[in-house]
């Protein structure tokens, strides 16, 4: 997968964990304050293309739908490609996200279960639990 699209998936992961957290009352945990950030850059960002807004509204309204999921991805990467400005500030928006976990990183199965899976060496680092 190439950086940006890789970027388009995890902000769009990113909007899915807020709006799961914020269903489930938990928008104060970690993670979250980068990605309302993101969220409202994203929000900004979109105003005036309703397909995007639409596409956003969508996810944060429905987290599990797949479909809405996969639009804003698309919508997401395409503004992207177009302002590599833009681009800078979503990398930014997410290593800011990421950042404020405390230095952990979790990984939701509900966020990554259509993700593609590459065959190559994973290294990872830090506490790493499994329950």
């Given at each position: 997968m190439d950086p940006i699209t890789a970027a388009a998936v995890a902000g769009v992961a990113l909007v899915v964990k807020g709006a799961l957290e914020s269903a489930g009352e938990e928008a104060g945990?970690?993670?979250?304050?980068?990605?309302?950030?993101?969220v409202e850059r994203l929000r900004s960002r979109f105003r005036g293309d309703s397909e995007a807004e639409g596409a956003l509204d969508r996810v944060q309204q429905s987290p599990a739908d797949?479909?809405?999921?996969?639009q804003l991805q698309r919508l997401?990467?395409?503004?992207?490609?177009?302002?590599r400005a833009f681009e800078?500030?979503?990398?930014?928006?997410?290593?800011?996200?990421v950042a404020s976990g405390v230095?952990?990183?979790?990984?939701?199965?509900?966020?990554?279960?259509?993700?593609q899976v590459?065959?190559?060496?994973?290294?990872?680092?830090?506490?790493?639990?499994?329950s």
């Open positions: 945990r970690s993670g979250w304050s980068g990605g309302a950030r993101l797949e479909g809405a999921q996969e997401l990467l395409a503004h992207m490609l177009r302002d800078a500030d979503v990398r930014r928006s997410i290593d800011e996200a230095g952990r990183a979790q990984v939701n199965a509900a966020v990554i279960k259509n993700s590459f065959n190559e060496k994973v290294e990872i680092k830090g506490d790493w639990n499994i």
